[in-house]
């Protein structure tokens, strides 16, 4: 297990009781009390220290390299029924975004989402999680397909922004994402969204319109990263932590400003320490998502999801 900076006092006792518990075992020293006493401050210091989260520990939460990815979420989700299908039909396959079609408790679903890589290796494979135009593209021509055969989608988000690179821009990467959100608001199917990383930018936009949108609990969503902001800002990435504050970005922010619909809650310490109990979390959101939603006829599908999004940025004094 990787440990984040403020992560280092859990780290210590937990050293500590593994520590005590080989000394039990290697004497006949009775240290039941003392281990239970370790026990016992560890889950204090670990409810005092995620109870007390600042915006920036979360966004390292959302990065943290055990984290599930997306491609961790379909498999434990749909097993073996998920077929991933490839490519935009105009230039390539990215791998950066992945999806398919696949079984989540008995309903087909079409799946899509951004993937990072688990290594160096990986990383460079998935580019990061940052999608190129073909990847947008390849999301969308998902999207119509599901459309075209009455098939509801889920769109998990988890990018640090769309790929920005000069053949990025040539091919069309801001038209590619804005013809996708035009695209998914007028979408004839449910659509549920779930943050489960970082979710950044157009390049979560791209596929994060729905008409049920969860967020992970420690995760975030936000127009730049709080290292971006704070460069932009400051002309250095030390004002990280204080943009971060800024930039209202966490779970419970965009519910207060009522951009997203609800928040998954995650295990003590994160998704990363306990896989199954996120995993099972999220099916439930998803189903319980698709359960508001599959009985509505397309015309009031679609003014809802007009409504709910026409809504958002108005404010009275």
Known sequence: MEYLDFELPIKELEDQLEKCVV???????DVTNTCKQINKKLEETKRNIYKNLTAWQRVQLSRHPNRPYTLDHIN?????????????????DDKAMVGGLGKIAGQSFMIIGQQKGYNTKTRQYRNFGMANPEGYRKALRLMKMAEKFGIPV???????????????????Q????????????????PVITIIVG??????????????????????????????????????SW??????????KLTSSDMKK???????????????????????????????????????????????????????????KD
């Open 174 to 189: 801001g038209e590619a994402i804005a013809r996708n959100i035009f695209e998914m608001v007028r979408l004839k199917v």
């Open 198 to 235: 970082e979710g950044a930018s157009g390049g979560a936009l791209g596929i994060g319109v729905g008409d049920r949108v969860y967020m992970l609990e420690n995760t975030w969503y936000s127009v730049i990263s709080p290292e971006s902001c704070s460069s932009i800002l400051w002309k």
């Open 257 to 315: 400003q009522k951009l997203i619909d609800d928040i998954i809650p995650e295990p003590l310490g994160g998704a990363h320490f306990d896989r199954e109990s996120t995993f099972k979390t999220v099916e439930q959101y998803i189903m319980k998502g698709y359960n508001e939603l599959k009985d509505l006829s397309t015309e009031e599908l679609l003014a809802q999801r007009y409504e709910k999004y026409l809504a958002m940025g108005h404010f």
């Open 238 to 247: 030390e004002y990280k932590e204080q943009a971060a504050e800024a930039l």
């Open 23 to 29: 000394i039990g075992k290697e004497s006949d020293v």
């Open 76 to 92: 434990a989700l749909c097993g073996d029924t998920f077929l991933e299908l490839h490519g935009d039909r105009g230039f390539k």
């Open 154 to 172: 889920v769109t998990l988000v988890d990018t640090p922004g769309a790929y920005p690179g000069l053949e990025a821009e040539e091919r069309g």
